[in-house]
């Protein structure tokens, strides 16, 4: 006869649920499967938000903005294997940009991946991950769950945001341990993303070089967004007059009508500036490297506000670095500029009567008339420019060469974080997930302009807006193809050319087949009312925006970025 009484256990699901409750997260978006269903599951039934996606991708997209956005780490949970990988793309993503994220995914057993052996869906995850995220652990025993999650947020917020990979290995998975014992292992964490503050030194290096300044610019970047400092920022630019050029992602930390916004002549002030203060941003290809005609062919006298000490000198010498968060940065810097003069006002004057004048060459290229269904990227992101500015609330993803160029340059952003695009690596693919991660974490209108060829990358995902009935409107760039549409096969025969899809294809019947509202636009002002009436129904809604095939230029913008095929030289 035994004499056991039984003991309440708590398993690695339950651990795992209140560590990551612990740590603040709210939302999981993920694909569930072998082995981690039932976690899923177990997630819901404790309370947390759950948003399956079609793709692993698309759900990492959406952690990472949902990162970007709020400063608490997107969470993505997948199956292992090639979910993971696809999960990997998106958290490489992440990385890339400097945003928090955690991807989650369960793991075949590690006696038989260590040998090799061929279990289901059987991968060294944890080893494929680690060259492209912040940081990799895994969790091998359920004791260590609630230390292991705790770690992975801190290494995600903290310096520099990344992607932390977290492998759940089979043994952690199936594991128990008495209730007492592991409710007694879990804790809230304390202040995973501290303040850093710069060296007052470094201060006064700053300070007195801008002082010195007779062009002063400053260049703001998605980290100065992500920070989440925008009075400060706002205050710091204009109690100095210094003009500002926004990044990207940066457009609308101040709004885009600011009278110091250099936006509208990026080619004036970089080369002319001789002072530049960048805020949160690097000197990668989106700023020519700090170098070259870009810049006037001349070094220009940077100081540099980053968390990250070794993004300093990493293209060319920063004559005052000042590392630190950019909360006390700022606020530092804003210190030790007190009584500061403004910057000469013939230097802002000239900015402003240069951007005033490109401004007024763009306007009547917004409001060309075409013949229906043979719009261009001007009228076309005219009338949209018209409306988003009625609904400053909304979230813009922007994707694509020419929508995206298009759209950074014509569409105004009048808030802080309100645009996210292709970012650092200038990628296609960011943008259902994009949609959803926005749409979840500030519950406002979010309006996707897509190319064609960009929506494809995660355009199964517009089922997930319609299931959980998502405020989004998706407006598609349909020209009908990458770049243009009416490219022929340089073979002369039958097939497609490499950038050509099916002409006239009507993405509207795709969500109408999902169960939610298609329209067709083949005019601006069909345009401006579909995109109104989308917008205030907050109904998932997919706009078919038809281009003329030949609207388009070859790789946007960059490309000086592409090779052509060179057959003759000059002799
Ligand atoms: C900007 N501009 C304007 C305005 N805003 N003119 C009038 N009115 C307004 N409001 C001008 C600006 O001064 C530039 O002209 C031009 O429009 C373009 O502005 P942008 O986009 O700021 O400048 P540029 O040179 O294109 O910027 C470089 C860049 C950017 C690399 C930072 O192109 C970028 O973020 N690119 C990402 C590209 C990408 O990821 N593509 C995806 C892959 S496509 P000038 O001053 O005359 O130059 C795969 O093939
Ligand atoms: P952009 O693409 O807009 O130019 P980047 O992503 O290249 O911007 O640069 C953002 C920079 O901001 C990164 O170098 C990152 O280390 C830095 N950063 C992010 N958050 C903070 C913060 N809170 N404090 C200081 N620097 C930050
Ligand atoms: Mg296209």
């Given at each position: 006869?035994?004499?056991?009484?039984?003991?309440?256990?708590?398993?690695?699901?339950?651990?795992l649920?209140?560590?990551?409750?612990?740590n603040?997260?709210?939302?999981?978006?993920?694909?569930?499967?072998?082995?981690?269903?039932?976690?899923?599951?177990?997630?819901?039934?404790e309370?947390g938000?759950?948003?399956?996606?079609?793709?692993?991708?698309n759900?990492a997209?959406?952690?990472?903005?949902?990162?970007?956005?709020?400063?608490?780490?997107g969470v993505?949970?997948?199956?292992?294997?090639p979910?993971?990988?696809?999960?990997?793309?998106?958290?490489?993503n992440?990385?890339?940009?400097?945003?928090?994220?955690i991807?989650?995914?369960g793991?075949?057993?590690?006696?038989?991946?260590?040998?090799?052996?061929?279990?289901?869906e059987?991968?060294?995850?944890?080893n494929a991950?680690r060259?492209?995220?912040k940081?990799?652990?895994r969790?091998?025993?359920?004791?260590d769950?609630?230390i292991?999650?705790?770690r992975?947020v801190r290494?995600?917020?903290?310096g520099?945001?990344?992607?932390v990979?977290?492998?759940?290995?089979?043994?952690?998975?199936?594991?128990?341990?008495?209730?007492?014992?592991?409710?007694?292992?879990?804790?809230?964490?304390?202040?995973?993303?501290?303040?850093q503050?710069?060296?007052?030194?470094?201060?006064k290096?700053?300070?007195?070089?801008l002082?010195?300044?007779?062009k002063?610019?400053?260049?703001?970047?998605k980290?100065?967004?992500?920070?989440?400092?925008?009075?400060?920022?706002k205050?710091?630019?204009?109690?100095?007059?210094?003009?500002?050029?926004?990044?990207?992602?940066a457009?609308?930390l101040?709004?885009?009508n600011?009278?110091?916004n250099?936006?509208?002549?990026?080619s004036?002030?970089?080369?002319?500036?001789?002072?530049?203060?960048i805020v949160?941003?690097?000197?990668?290809?989106?700023?020519a490297?700090?170098?070259g005609?870009?810049?006037g062919?001349?070094l220009?006298k940077f100081?540099?506000?980053?968390?990250?000490?070794?993004?300093?000198d990493?293209?060319?010498p920063?004559a005052?670095?000042?590392?630190?968060?950019?909360?006390?940065?700022i606020?530092?810097?804003?210190?030790?500029l007190?009584?500061?003069?403004?910057?000469p006002?013939?230097?802002?004057?000239g900015?402003?009567?240069?951007?005033?004048?490109?401004?007024?060459?763009l306007?009547?290229?917004l409001?060309?008339?075409?013949?229906?269904?043979?719009?261009?990227?001007?009228?076309?992101?005219?009338?949209?420019?018209?409306v988003?500015?009625k609904?400053?609330?909304?979230?813009?993803?922007?994707?694509g060469?020419?929508?995206?160029?298009?759209?950074?340059m014509?569409i105004?952003?009048?808030?802080?974080?309100?645009?996210?695009?292709?970012?650092?690596?200038?990628i296609?693919?960011i943008?259902?997930?994009?949609?959803?991660?926005?749409?979840?974490?500030?519950?406002e209108?979010?309006?996707a302009?897509?190319?064609?060829?960009?929506?494809?990358?995660?355009?199964?995902?517009?089922?997930t807006?319609?299931?959980?009935?998502?405020?989004?409107?998706?407006?598609i760039?349909?020209?009908g193809?990458?770049?243009k549409?009416?490219?022929t096969?340089?073979?002369?025969?039958?097939?497609?050319?490499?950038?050509?899809?099916?002409?006239g294809?009507?993405?509207d019947?795709?969500?109408e087949?999902?169960?939610?509202v298609?329209?067709?636009a083949t005019?601006?002002?069909?345009?401006?009312?579909?995109?109104?009436?989308?917008?205030?129904?907050?109904?998932?809604?997919?706009?078919n925006?038809?281009?003329d095939p030949?609207?388009?230029?070859?790789?946007?913008?960059?490309?000086?970025?592409n090779?052509?095929?060179?057959?003759?030289?000059a002799?």
């Amino acid at each position: 006869m035994s004499s056991e009484t039984e003991v309440e256990l708590i398993d690695s699901f339950s651990m795992l649920i209140e560590s990551l409750k612990n740590n603040g997260i709210q939302n999981i978006y993920g694909i569930p499967g072998i082995p981690v269903t039932a976690l899923v599951r177990s997630w819901q039934a404790e309370g947390g938000k759950y948003f399956g996606c079609r793709h692993e991708t698309n759900a990492a997209m959406a952690a990472g903005v949902a990162g970007y956005l709020t400063g608490v780490p997107g969470v993505c949970l997948t199956t292992p294997a090639p979910g993971f990988l696809n999960g990997l793309a998106g958290a490489a993503n992440a990385t890339t940009n400097g945003w928090p994220m955690i991807l989650l995914s369960g793991a075949a057993g590690r006696r038989n991946t260590d040998l090799q052996q061929g279990a289901f869906e059987e991968m060294d995850q944890l080893n494929a991950a680690r060259p492209h995220v912040k940081a990799a652990y895994r969790i091998n025993h359920i004791s260590d769950i609630p230390i292991g999650i705790a770690r992975a947020v801190r290494t995600a917020v903290s310096g520099r945001p990344g992607a932390v990979y977290v492998d759940l290995s089979h043994e952690m998975l199936t594991g128990t341990m008495p209730a007492a014992e592991g409710e007694k292992l879990l804790f809230k964490p304390v202040d995973p993303t501290p303040r850093q503050l710069p060296c007052p030194n470094a201060v006064k290096r700053a300070a007195d070089l801008l002082k010195s300044a007779k062009k002063p610019l400053v260049i703001l970047g998605k980290g100065a967004a992500y920070a989440q400092v925008d009075s400060d920022i706002k205050a710091l630019i204009e109690d100095t007059g210094i003009p500002f050029l926004p990044m990207s992602m940066a457009k609308g930390l101040l709004p885009d009508n600011h009278a110091q916004n250099a936006g509208a002549v990026r080619s004036y002030v970089l080369p002319e500036a001789d002072v530049v203060l960048i805020v949160g941003a690097r000197l990668n290809w989106l700023l020519a490297n700090g170098q070259g005609r870009t810049w006037g062919n001349q070094l220009k006298k940077f100081i540099q506000i980053d968390i990250l000490p070794q993004e300093i000198d990493s293209n060319v010498p920063i004559a005052a670095p000042l590392v630190g968060d950019i909360a006390s940065c700022i606020a530092a810097l804003r210190t030790a500029l007190k009584g500061m003069p403004k910057a000469p006002a013939d230097w802002l004057a000239g900015i402003a009567e240069r951007a005033a004048a490109s401004r007024d060459k763009l306007a009547p290229t917004l409001a060309v008339k075409t013949a229906p269904g043979m719009m261009n990227y001007r009228n076309s992101l005219g009338a949209v420019r018209d409306v988003l500015a009625k609904y400053p609330n909304t979230t813009l993803v922007n994707e694509g060469a020419n929508a995206l160029d298009n759209g950074r340059m014509i569409i105004d952003q009048y808030l802080p974080r309100k645009r996210i695009d292709s970012g650092t690596w200038g990628i296609m693919g960011i943008g259902m997930g994009a949609c959803i991660g926005a749409a979840v974490v500030t519950g406002e209108p979010v309006v996707a302009i897509e190319g064609d060829s960009a929506f494809g990358f995660s355009g199964m995902d517009v089922e997930t807006i319609v299931r959980y009935n998502l405020p989004v409107t998706v407006c598609i760039m349909n020209n009908g193809g990458i770049y243009k549409g009416n490219e022929t096969n340089a073979g002369g025969y039958d097939d497609p050319s490499p950038t050509s899809f099916t002409p006239g294809i009507r993405y509207d019947k795709m969500i109408e087949a999902f169960g939610g509202v298609g329209m067709n636009a083949t005019t601006p002002e069909e345009l401006s009312s579909m995109l109104e009436t989308a917008i205030k129904s907050r109904k998932p809604t997919l706009i078919n925006v038809v281009l003329d095939p030949d609207a388009g230029v070859e790789s946007g913008r960059i490309s000086g970025l592409n090779i052509e095929r060179k057959k003759k030289a000059a002799a």
